[in-house]
T-cell receptor, first 114, second 114 residues
Framework: GENVEQHPSTLSVQEGDSAVIKCTYS??????FPWYKQELGKRPQLIID?????GEKKDQRIAVTLNKTAKHFSLHITETQPEDSAVYFC?????????????FGQGTELSVKP | DAGVIQSPRHEVTEMGQEVTLRCKPI?????LFWYRQTMMRGLELLIY????????DSGMPEDRFSAKMPNASFSTLKIQPSEPRDSAVYFC????????????FGDGTRLSIL
């Protein structure tokens, strides 16, 4: 079945620097890739998503890139701020016969130091 | 949009007791997912429903766990009897449509089994 690997597991950056989190997936049939941010003690919240007909998507300081040939996608956060500190999860859609199921990565704990 | 509503937010009980977690999905959403989150195992999918029908329960740990969705606006996850290793945060999520759609998470239930 589909497998999603996420790296790094922890990431520490200085405020103002950029942060990049990478994910790889195994099933070439996956065509939807959301990213979630989970602050301590709170629920995962969708921050950006990308579909396979697009190579890049931006939303203010956040961008996601997708390379379908290599089966990997990345989250880029520019001009990081302390409030960006959280755990970030990538996910990939499952094969068609598994409907709305998402396969999640293991998470990246991002720490932004002021 | 009220979002996904879970209850209770916190539950503390003694081992051996029955625990029932409740979820109300976003109105109109036809997929409902139950997840368990721990530090050791990350975010695990337990079971998911489509149009109130269980589709995949392969993530349910053992027979002590059961889930139902009697109608489109309500689902329960039951643990009987509960054990200390069941302590975790349990999230419910819902989504609309088949594939390529984000899942929206509830605030979770923090379960502690003493």
């Amino acid at each position: 079945g589909e497998n999603v690997e996420q790296h790094p597991s922890t990431l520490s950056v200085q405020e103002g620097d950029s942060a990049v989190i990478k994910c790889t997936y195994s099933d070439s049939a996956s065509n939807y890739f959301p990213w979630y941010k989970q602050e301590l003690g709170k629920r995962p919240q969708l921050i950006i998503d990308i579909r396979s007909n697009v190579g890049e998507k931006k939303d203010q300081r956040i961008a996601v890139t997708l390379n379908k040939t290599a089966k990997h996608f990345s989250l880029h956060i520019t001009e990081t701020q302390p409030e960006d500190s959280a755990v970030y999860f990538c996910a990939a859609s499952s094969p068609y016969n598994q409907g709305g199921k998402l396969i999640f990565g293991q998470g990246t704990e991002l720490s932004v130091k002021p | 949009d009220a979002g996904v509503i879970q209850s209770p937010r916190h539950e503390v009980t003694e081992m051996g007791q029955e625990v029932t977690l409740r979820c109300k999905p976003i109105s109109g959403h036809d997929y409902l997912f139950w997840y368990r989150q721990t530090m050791m195992r990350g975010l695990e999918l337990l079971i998911y429903f489509n149009n109130n029908v269980p589709i995949d329960d392969s993530g349910m740990p053992e027979d002590r766990f059961s889930a139902k969705m009697p109608n489109a606006s309500f689902s329960t996850l039951k643990i009987q009897p509960s054990e200390p290793r069941d302590s975790a945060v349990y999230f419910c999520a819902s989504s609309l449509g088949d594939r390529n759609q984000p899942q929206h998470f509830g605030d979770g239930t923090r379960l502690s089994i003493l």
